[in-house]
Nanobody, 113 residues
Framework: QVQFVESGGGLVQPGGSLRLSCAAS????????MGWYRQAPGKQRELVAT???????NFADSVKGRFTISRDNAKKTVYLQMNSLKPEDTAVYYC???????WGQGTQVTVSS
């Protein structure tokens, strides 16, 4: 059974940092391209960042220079380090794995003073 479990979300002030984690099970993690997506209220889900099996990364323009994505294949976990957070980063953040288009349940990130 494939399962992705996100953690690390919460409430943070503008300019603050959070690190999201996504622990995967039921897949050969090391061959997967892993990604983070987010969905704000009333908006479509959008790509935040991806990392492929070779460690190459891709970021949405809105988060370049502020967010980093990394993976630990031994722990079957992908991370999203978010720095210099802005109120517009507020959303539910989802972990995604390809192939198979598997999704986690999401974790809420709220950036507010």
């Amino acid at each position: 059974q494939v399962q992705f479990v996100e953690s690390g979300g919460g409430l943070v002030q503008p300019g603050g940092s959070l690190r999201l984690s996504c622990a995967a099970s039921g897949i050969i993690f090391r061959i997967y391209t892993m990604g983070w997506y987010r969905q704000a209220p009333g908006k479509q889900r959008e790509l935040v960042a991806t990392i492929n099996s070779g460690g190459s990364t891709n970021f949405a323009d809105s988060v370049k220079g502020r967010f980093t994505i990394s993976r630990d294949n031994a722990k079957k976990t992908v991370y999203l380090q978010m720095n210099s957070l802005k109120p517009e980063d507020t959303a539910v953040y989802y972990c995604n794995g390809q192939p198979g288009n598997f999704w986690g349940q999401g974790t809420q990130v709220t950036v507010s003073s």
